[in-house]
């Protein structure tokens, strides 16, 4: 199932899961933006960091500044909840797909 978001009236985000009978995948895509090159080594961090114990903050981690309207930890949500977390840029913009396996 496809289901598109509008946030901003200029951009959308597009969700998509497929639920099988071993795993939950899911997409999010959005618009726009741009990768910073500090998201490599954050990424890279999580893989080697049990984060169920400790989320990293991206803005603790790179330093940048915070801005009010983002608090820095998803990113650490999805790798400690989601079995596996692949980026890929889409048609569009960023696209991050999550696995969930079944037990």
Request: aromatic share 12%; hydrophobic share 35%; net charge neutral.
């Amino acid at each position: 199932m496809k289901i598109q978001f509008i946030v901003d009236s200029n951009k959308s985000i597009t969700f998509a899961y497929r639920i099988g009978s071993r795993s939950l995948d899911i997409i999010v895509e959005d618009e726009g933006g741009i990768i910073k090159s500090v998201f490599t080594p954050f990424i890279l961090r999580h893989r080697e960091v049990d984060i169920k114990n400790k989320f990293i903050n991206f803005y603790e981690f790179s330093g940048e500044d915070k801005p009010q309207t983002n608090n820095g930890t998803g990113t650490s949500f999805i790798h400690a909840y989601m079995d596996e977390v692949n980026y890929y840029l889409g048609d569009n913009g960023l696209a991050v797909h999550m696995v969930k396996k079944k037990n």
